[in-house]
Structure formats: C-alpha cells, structure tokens
C-alpha cells in the first residue's frame, strides 16, 4: 500500500484529502507546517513515505523552502505541490524547487488521485529502463539504464525519478526531436491537455545537474518552436 504525506495547514481540506486518500487505498501521514514535515521525514522510526504532496502556502517555512531540503535530503522522493491561486510565479517557482508536478486548488479525488498514480509510476524502477544497451556513454555522461545511475565525468549526479526518466526518453533516441506533449505524455503519463512548464522546469532542474555549462547545453537541447533533442554533441 503506498504511503503518502500531506502537507497542508488548512484542517479541512487536510482532513478532506485524507479521507479521499485512504478511501483509495492509500496509507496516509499528515503535517500542518512544513516544519514538522520535515521532521516525520527525518525521523529514523517514522513510516517509509513514497511520496509528498505538499500545499506551498504554508505558516512559517513555505512550501517552496521545504520542497528545496526535501530535494537535498534525497532525490528519489516525488513531490506534488499544491497552489491555491494558479499564479504563473508560483506554479514555475514551486517547479524550480524541485517539485514534480502540481494541482490547483480546489481540486477534484480523481485528479488528485490521477496525478499520484502517474508519479509513482515514474518512480518504479522498471518503468524507467530504456531499450537500448545497458550502459551508454556519451561523452563523458554515463547513463546505466539497468543500475538506473547516472555519472559525468566519474561523478555520480543523483536524479529525481521525473529528471531521470526524462533523461532517459531523451537519450533513448538521440537526435530526434520530442514535442512537450510527447513528453508530458511518456515522461508525466499526462494523456490529457498537460502543461509545458512541467516539461521546461524538469529540463531546466536537468541541464543544471549535467551539463557543464547549463546555459550552452550539449546534451539536452533545445528545438525553438518544437521542443527537445538529445545532442548531437
């Protein structure tokens, strides 16, 4: 049964999330401030939590912040964020953070439910592996589709599940070029009308982590007026 954790100050909308969670079969730990979010997650006797959906208007730390030390406690943990407005900055700030998807409040069970299933699907190991052989080195980044590890330069760089199955759907198939839809639709599993920021962020947090110079990328380019290519390098 996997175990979420719901970040939300709002009691009734916490309380309301929760019950529609568990009704899904879903094990349920919840957090009014991010604070004590952070310690359930810390804790060495606390619940093995799959997955975080975290309410960025938070009393005290915000979720922006708490998205930011979850990524730099670990990687593979899958966040969605909640907004209540749908502001352009908050959606593309709380994605720079480290988040992997988000919802606007109010929002539906089976939207919210959808976009769980969807994330921790991304983070099943054998939905990640690519095609291709096993072990891919391209000048000098070294991607291990069946120790699902990547390495630039010897270095190892720790990959959140959406950066690393993104990586991989790239490099899967250099040169060719994949339209944001495309993405949304193998990478996010969003078969409905996505969102590009998704896609655009993800990339931004990618390039960061692999490219020597993110701002002139080898790897991971951009098509102007399409979309993304792997290479050529």
Request: proline share 7%; hydrophobic share 45%.
């Amino acid at each position: 049964m996997p175990h979420v954790l719901l970040i939300e100050d709002d009691t009734s909308v916490r309380d309301g999330m929760e019950l529609v969670l568990r009704r899904h079969g879903y094990g349920v730990e919840t957090a009014a401030t991010g604070e004590e979010a952070l310690a359930l997650l810390a804790g060495e006797r606390g619940p093995r939590v799959e997955l975080a959906v975290l309410d960025l208007m938070l009393p005290g730390m915000d979720g922006f912040e708490v998205c930011r030390r979850i990524r730099a406690r670990t990687a593979a943990l899958p966040v969605i964020m909640l907004t209540a407005r749908g502001d352009d900055r908050d959606i593309v700030a709380g994605l720079e953070a480290g988040a992997d998807d988000y919802v606007v409040k109010p929002v539906t069970a089976p939207v919210l439910e959808a976009r769980i299933r969807a994330a921790l699907r991304r983070a099943e190991p054998s939905l990640r592996q690519g095609p291709d052989a096993d072990v891919t080195d391209l000048a000098g980044l070294v991607i291990d589709r069946a120790g699902l590890t990547v390495t630039r330069n010897g270095t190892p760089v720790p990959l959140p599940p959406t950066e690393l199955r993104l990586l991989l759907e790239l490099s899967a198939s250099p040169g060719r070029v994949f339209t944001r839809d495309q993405l949304l639709a193998s990478v996010w599993d969003h078969t409905f009308l996505g969102d590009s920021r998704l896609v655009d962020a993800a990339v931004g947090r990618l390039r960061a982590k692999i490219e020597e110079v993110p701002g002139r990328p080898r790897y991971v380019q951009t098509v102007r007026g399409f979309g993304y290519r792997f290479g050529p390098l």
